[in-house]
């Protein structure tokens, strides 16, 4: 189980969004490396990024901000937003992104997704966000007929790395994760599952360590964090325990 704790980048500064709202979105840090650099210093083992920008744009728009998390830790990063093209995701590999999530590109361009896995084994996740049990693409704008096991299905035999599963209903708005859609999509495949939208407190990361959740991969945790809910020596420790039982 890895805990990621999430930069989300909006004009070049690190925000927090309710439900991918754009016009909710508070800042939290205008240095974003080096808000990567502190949860470093906490001792997270990787870092979660998503241009928000560019998820709306279809490419890149918070470039230089990324690069500046990559130069300023050590921990690998994981990058997702905008990234459409095999140009755009190599050009991010190249510059030391560990992982590259392909989101819209998922649904839109499946091929895509299949080529960029068998270029870059290892490297390539697939971010499945939900509202309302469909699958949301375009930066969340848009809902298309898809469901989240259908396109978790659709890349069984792809390589890829993992799925990053949101739910938006309740990202950036502190009410828990979506545990039963969320082990519901693990159950559907093969593919290491990673839970994102809605962790709140340490009791949600107890959750998440117990037996029934061991198929997750990992969870990814924001505005908790942000906000002090969470404290990241006790989520962590409490990860490092479980491991040991």
């Not at 989101?103 to 997704?113: I, N, Q």
Request: contains cysteine.
């Amino acid at each position: 189980m890895i805990l990621f704790p999430a930069i989300d980048l909006k004009e070049g500064r690190c925000v927090r969004l309710v439900q991918g709202d754009m016009a909710q979105a508070k800042v939290f840090n205008d240095d974003p490396a080096a808000q990567a650099f502190e949860f470093e210093r906490q001792g997270f083992s990787w870092i979660h990024v998503v241009d928000l920008d560019g998820a709306f744009a279809g490419a890149p728009k918070n470039a230089s901000a990324v690069e500046a998390i990559l130069a300023r830790v050590k921990v690998p990063v994981q990058l997702g937003g905008g990234i459409r093209e095999m140009r755009t995701l190599e050009g991010w590999l190249d510059k030391g992104v560990s992982r590259v999530i392909i989101g819209t590109a998922a649904v839109r361009d499946p091929t895509f997704v299949r080529e960029a896995a068998r270029r870059h084994p290892g490297k390539i996740a697939v971010g499945i966000d939900a509202k309302d049990g469909r699958v949301a693409v375009e930066g969340w704008a848009q809902t298309s007929s898809m469901t989240a096991e259908e396109l978790g299905r659709r890349f069984e035999d792809a390589g890829v790395a993992a799925i990053i599963y949101t739910d938006i209903a309740r990202d950036g708005i502190l009410k828990g994760l979506n545990i039963e859609m969320t082990l519901a999509l693990a159950e559907a495949v093969t593919i290491p599952v990673i839970a994102s939208g809605g962790l709140a407190s340490i009791e949600d990361i107890h959750r998440i360590l117990q037996p029934d959740c061991a198929m997750l991969a990992g969870a990814i945790t924001g505005r908790a964090l942000y906000d002090g809910r969470i404290d990241p020596q006790e989520a962590l420790d409490a990860i490092r325990q479980a491991r040991k039982a």
